[in-house]
């Protein structure tokens, strides 16, 4: 049964940093696509960062330079270093994960619908 779940939310003020990890089990993780998602109250769900198994990454052009997506293959955990935030960076944040690749590289990887499985969410709260 494929599990992910997601950890190291909280309330920080704004300029603040948090770092969200997500563990994936039950899950061949060095053969996925991986993500980084958000929904804030009030609005859809919105792709935040991707990588895919060699490294390959793609960025929302509201999180670039701020925020940081990486994975270690060894301990089956994705991360998302999250520096200078803002309130408007308050969410629920999910990963989420498919096999196979990130869309060919395409922005459509930063759409749920490329997704199979997904974390239960970790909330993010950022006062201004």
């Known amino acids: 049964q494929v599990q992910l779940v997601e950890s190291g939310g909280g309330s920080v003020q704004s300029g603040g940093s948090l770092r969200l990890s997500c563990s994936v089990f039950g899950y061949t993780y060095s053969r996925t696509c991986m993500a980084w998602f958000r929904r804030a109250p009030g609005k859809e769900r919105e792709g935040v960062a991707v990588i895919d198994r060699d490294g390959n990454i793609r960025y929302a052009d509201s999180v670039k330079g701020r925020f940081t997506i990486s994975q270690d293959n060894a301990k089956n955990t994705l991360y998302l270093q999250m520096n200078s935030l803002k309130p408007e960076d308050t969410a629920m944040y999910y990963c989420?994960?498919?096999?196979?690749?990130?869309?060919?590289?395409?922005?459509?990887?930063?759409?749920?619908?490329?997704?199979?499985?997904w974390g239960q969410g970790t909330q993010v709260t950022v006062s201004s």
């Open positions: 989420a994960a498919t096999y196979g690749d990130c869309a060919g590289g395409s922005s459509y990887a930063l759409f749920p619908n490329h997704y199979n499985y």
